[in-house]
């Protein structure tokens, strides 16, 4: 069977993964249901269920219905010379989905539309099988990299590196020219800093249709020409996170840039490859030498702290998908670390890849454990400001407007309202998220609980399928200045070069 046609990088992933399994048969003596690979194998039988049992629209959004077809893709479309072959001894199930796929009478993608219909998520992951979107046959190969590092050989994933106790201390950024600020005594020179976020953004380059460029190009150029004195990548280099992909994917696109400071963190796609990507390659790169090698960090800018957490090292979740600062409270090393930075009384702004806030059955819900460990961090409170990526948009939460049924949000460590935002919209395709909007007649009205989601449409002049469905990638610009903090939310599109502000804090 050849119904996918891999190019010629995306055949070299797949030669790299039988590589790995075929040495896994010398690392790893244990049974299936000794290494857990039974588990995992039944996991995605779980995943499936959303398809056969037809809920996967009725119910409410859940990451595990990412997976719906995997086990279908794994066995129909990806040449068993390839990748299943080294997988099928090691107990892969079959496939309950039967598809009416046929070879060359529609596109793939035409064919797999007729069947799901137009499905945009609640968080606007796409289910499409064309490049990055849901159904991407080469979200398997994330699949099989993640088993590998996970139940045969854990051994393998790079060792957590912690900060050396000599620089525990922030990193201060040096004081500029004065600047007028009625809050300060005469005198004083606070530090300012224009700070770039950018979340999920390793697509790399990539052919997106009749577009001219794809949306990591459009990204980090809008971002290179507003001037940064920093730049912080949320995590997220796909598929895997393999030294190949950061090389590629991430420095490739950062190393002919003139964009200040740079920083990138840990993520689940990382994790895939063990880690060691993000380690050997990136983290071992000048480019990121301000981070000593590290995946938390910290920055003293004026009057605030930023602090930057690794959330998916020791996340225990199904493909690390929820998010966690450790395993166990009291040897973890990033929980004293913001325990301690909150004891300073400055303001904190932090950085996570993973979201405190997700979506399901349209209501808006906490992600936990994640956001319980943040908060015991900073014994009961909340940091001034959150930033996370992971789910594939650009939100800004209304704090005045959400609400819990088992959670009241606390003031941050300074007594003020904290504040929420997702920024994981870098370069990933996705659509208009139907849980992010009430619709009544016809017209989209955005819920009360957000003061702005990413959904000005792509209106590509040729659009594919997906692209029909797709809405405008984009970032944030942080400006600090003292004590006083400015947000900007950016869109990028082909049709203008300029990045266009579509949401401010001031």
Same mark, same amino acid.
């Given at each position: ?6 190019? &010629? ?6 030669? #790299? ?92 993608? +035409? ?34 990299? !993640? *088993? !590998? ?35 300060? &005594?005469?005198?004083?020179?606070? *530090? ?23 949306? *990591? ?25 393999? +030294? ?23 993520? #689940?796609?990382?994790? @895939? ?22 995946? @938390? ?28 600062? !450790? ?39 906490? #992600? ?28 800004? @939460? ?54 702005? !989601?990413?959904?000005?449409?792509? #209106? *590509? ?46």
């Amino acid at each position: 069977m050849n119904i996918f046609n891999f190019s &010629k990088d995306e055949h070299q992933k797949l030669v #790299n993964i039988n590589a790995l399994y075929n040495s896994s048969k010398k690392i790893s003596t244990l049974s299936a249901s000794e290494n857990g690979l039974n588990e995992f194998w039944s996991y995605l039988q779980k995943c499936e269920s959303y398809f056969t049992n037809k809920t996967f629209k009725t119910n409410g959004y859940d990451h595990d219905m990412e997976n719906m077809l995997s086990l279908y893709i794994l066995n129909k479309l990806v040449d068993e010379g390839y990748l299943t072959s080294i997988i099928r001894d090691l107990g892969l199930p079959k496939s309950d989905i039967n598809f009416p796929l046929k070879e060359g009478e529609a596109s793939l993608e +035409s064919q797999i539309y007729s069947i799901l219909g137009n499905f945009v998520a609640e968080d606007g992951t796409l289910y499409f099988i064309s490049k990055y979107c849901q159904l991407d046959p080469l979200w398997t190969a994330v699949l099989v990299w !993640y *088993a !590998y590092y996970k139940h045969l050989d854990p051994k393998g994933v790079h060792s957590f590196v912690e900060i050396p106790k000599s620089t525990k201390e922030p990193t201060k950024e040096p004081t500029k020219e004065p600047t007028k600020n009625p809050t300060k &005594k005469p005198g004083t020179k606070p *530090a300012k800093a224009k700070i770039a976020i950018l979340g999920d953004w390793g697509t790399g380059q990539w052919k997106d249709g009749e577009l001219t460029n794809a949306p *990591a190009e459009l990204v980090i150029n809008g971002i290179e020409s507003l001037k940064p004195d920093y730049v912080v990548h949320l995590g997220d280099v796909y598929y895997a996170g393999t +030294s190949n992909e950061e090389r590629k994917k991430l420095i490739g696109l950062l190393k002919d840039k003139s964009l200040g400071k740079l920083y990138t963190m840990n993520s #689940n796609h990382e994790m @895939y490859d063990g880690a060691n990507g993000l380690y050997k390659e990136s983290l071992s790169n000048p480019l990121f030498k301000e981070q000593i090698g590290c995946t @938390y960090f910290s920055i003293d800018i004026g009057d605030w702290i930023l602090v930057g957490l690794d959330s998916a090292y020791f996340d225990e979740s199904a493909l690390y998908m929820r998010g966690s600062l !450790y395993k166990d409270i009291n040897k973890s090393p990033q929980h004293k670390f913001l325990n301690d930075l909150s004891k300073k009384g400055k303001p904190l702004l932090l950085m996570t890849h993973h979201n405190g806030i997700g979506v399901k059955d349209h209501k808006l819900t906490i #992600n936990k454990p994640l956001w319980t460990q943040v908060a015991s961090a900073l014994d009961g409170k909340m940091p001034d400001l959150w930033y996370w990526g992971h789910v594939h948009n650009g939100i800004v @939460y209304n704090t005045e407007k959400l609400s819990f049924p088992d959670t009241i949000i606390p003031k941050s460590t300074t007594g003020q309202t904290p504040q929420f935002r997702c920024c994981g919209h870098a370069s990933m395709p996705f659509g208009n998220g139907s849980g992010f909007y009430i619709e009544q007649n016809g017209v989209k009205t955005m819920r009360d609980e957000l003061n702005y !989601y990413a959904h000005t449409p792509l #209106n *590509a002049s040729k659009p594919t399928l997906s692209q029909e469905e797709r809405v405008l990638n984009g970032f944030a610009i942080i400006e600090i200045n003292g004590s006083e903090i400015k947000e900007t939310f950016y869109e990028v599109s082909n049709e203008n070069s300029i990045p266009n502000p579509v949401w401010s804090s001031k």
